[in-house]
Structure formats: structure tokens, C-alpha cells
């Protein structure tokens, strides 16, 4: 549901579209306001909207591989109240809409924050020993659209030839 689903459904309870969309942009307001000058802001049985404070880190520029230190900040955060807990559990139509969460990553042992698992890692027994080549594992079939695509490239050069005789 977006925002104009939302007025759409308090129109339906209210009877007027005017009062529903001042009423859902009054407490979208007073809710960003408040967390904005560092309040809570409680509503009993829906949930706590506050500000968190996260640590400063050292992040890695993905495309240059370069560590980047990211200052501290705060950022709005949501704790759903415990009926509305219920409620979304107790729903089978949530339980049918429901997307699962990413999955984290295992943090290093060393504490590092990286994962090992990407690290490449030769026992020490054959350290320094040449290795065979493995067998290479059949690749897989390429689609037949990618020959369509050349010869579609290929009638371009023609009309351009064609037009600029013309």
C-alpha cells in the first residue's frame, strides 16, 4: 500500500478525501518532525518510531576496492508494538505477500568483519608443488538468440549505406 492507497482507504472510512489526505500528511509530519529533533514517538499496539545512532565503520568502495571511513550518523528506525506483531502473524494473506529477509553473511573468526569465504587457500603440503590441470566441466548450452543478434548488427551497416547513397 503507498501513500494514495492509504487516503483512499481512510476516505472510505471517513467520507471526505480532503480530510483523510490533510490527516495521513499531518502525521507523516509530526512523526518525521519529532524523530527529526531526536524524540520517540510511541502509538500503543502499532509500534516506536525513533532515532538510532550508528557507530562510525570503515566501508570498501566496491569498484575500487579502496576502504572509506563513514563518519557516525543517525538514522529514523521502527519497532513494530506487540499487537501489531500479532496481528501480521496471525494473517495468512501477510504470510502469502511475505518476502524473506536477506541473508547475512558469517563474520570472520578473526574479527576482521570479512567473510573467508571468497579467500583462496592452498594446504601446505602442496604449497609449492605444480598443479594439473582439472578437467574442464561442460559449459552449457548457448541460447540460439545470440546468433539472431549478429545478424541483426549486421543489416544495420547495409541501410545506413543504403541512405547515405540516397
Known sequence: MNKA???DALTARLGDRRAATSAVDAMVEVI?????RGET?????????????RAPRTARNPRTGETVPVGETVVPSFRPGAAFKERVAASEAAAAN????PRRTERAA???GRSTATRKTIPPDTAGAPTAAAPAAAAPAKKA????????????PARRKAAAEK
Open 5 to 7: 492507497q492509504l487516503v
Open 32 to 36: 518525521v518532525d519529532a524523530v527529526g
Open 41 to 53: 514517538v510511541t502509538l500503543t499496539g502499532f509500534g516506536v518510531f525513533e532515532p538510532r545512532r
Open 98 to 101: 511475505a518476502t524473506s529477509a
Open 110 to 112: 578473526t574479527g576482521t
Open 145 to 156: 538468440a545470440a546468433p539472431k543478434k549478429a545478424a541483426a548488427s549486421a543489416k544495420k
